[in-house]
C-alpha cells in the first residue's frame, strides 16, 4: 500500500532565510511524486511533480523538490522565502499502476514571519 | 482556458437530508477525482471517475457516491447527512488516468446543521 509522510505540522521561517518542508513515501512500484499549496479558502495549486529523470526538480514560484530514492523523500526547499509563501502544504504520491490512486500527506502549515 | 469550477460555494443542510455537489472538469480532462477535507485537516479521498467508470474509491460509508457524465463534468451526492460531514469538498480533474497533475477547483463548503 502506498502512502505518505509528511512530519511537520507546522514549518516557521524568517523571510529571506531558505525553507525546507518534509515529504517521505513509500510505494510497491515506481514512485509519481507532487507538491502543491494551499491558500484560505481555495483549493490546492499545483507546485511540481516527478515522473522520472533529474533529482532535482524546479516548480513554480521559485520552489524545488529534491527526489531521494534511497531515502524516499520527495523534500520542497525554496532558498530564500517570502511572507507570501505562508500557507498549507501538501506532498502526494501515486505508484505506476494504472489503477492507482493519489495518497496526499497531512499537509505542512508554512508561516514565514517578515 | 477555464479552470475548475464547482458549484454551489456554500450548501447548508441539516442532519438526514441529502447533498448534491457538481464539478466542471478543465476542458479536455476526462477524470475527476473528489476530497473531503474536513477543518484543518488533510484530504481524504473520495472517488475517482475516469470516461464515465469509477476507477477507485475511498474509505468511506455507501451513502457517499457520485456519477460522471458524458461531458465528464461530475456530481457528488451524500445521503442522511451527518454532522461529521461538515467539510469543504474538493473536486479535481486530470487529463487521462491520473499520471500527470491534478487542477483543483475552490470546492464546496457544506455545513450540517
Known amino acids: 500500500a502506498q502512502s505518505v509522510a509528511q512530519p511537520e505540522d507546522q514549518v516557521n521561517v524568517a523571510e529571506g532565510n531558505p525553507l525546507t518542508v518534509k515529504c517521505t513515501y513509500s510505494?510497491?512500484?515506481?514512485?509519481?511524486l507532487f507538491w502543491y499549496v494551499q491558500y484560505p479558502n481555495r483549493g490546492l495549486q499545483f507546485l511540481l511533480k516527478?515522473?522520472?529523470?533529474?533529482?532535482l526538480v524546479k516548480g513554480s514560484y521559485g520552489f524545488e523538490a529534491e527526489f531521494n530514492k534511497s531515502q524516499t523523500s520527495f523534500h520542497l526547499k525554496k532558498p530564500s522565502a517570502l511572507v507570501s509563501d505562508s500557507a498549507l502544504y501538501f506532498c502526494?504520491?501515486?505508484?505506476?499502476?494504472?489503477?492507482?490512486?493519489?495518497?496526499f500527506g497531512s499537509g505542512t502549515r508554512l508561516s514565514i514571519r517578515p | 482556458e477555464a479552470g475548475v469550477t464547482q458549484s454551489p460555494t456554500h450548501l447548508i443542510k441539516t442532519r438526514g437530508q441529502q447533498a448534491t455537489l457538481r464539478c466542471s472538469p478543465i476542458s479536455g480532462h476526462t477524470s475527476v477525482y473528489w476530497y473531503q477535507q474536513a477543518l484543518g485537516l488533510g484530504l481524504q479521498f473520495l472517488l475517482w471517475y475516469d470516461e464515465g467508470e469509477e476507477r477507485n474509491r475511498g474509505n468511506f460509508p455507501p451513502r457517499f457516491s457520485g456519477r460522471q457524465f458524458p461531458n465528464y463534468s461530475s456530481e457528488l451526492n451524500v445521503n442522511a447527512l451527518e454532522l461529521e460531514d461538515s467539510a469543504l469538498y474538493l473536486c479535481a480533474s486530470s487529463p487521462g488516468t491520473g499520471f500527470q497533475p491534478q487542477h483543483f477547483g475552490d470546492g464546496t463548503r457544506l455545513s450540517i446543521l
Open positions: 516527478y515522473i522520472t529523470g533529474d533529482n
Open positions: 502526494a504520491v501515486r505508484d505506476d499502476s494504472s489503477a492507482s490512486k493519489i495518497i
Open positions: 510505494v510497491s512500484g515506481n514512485p509519481y
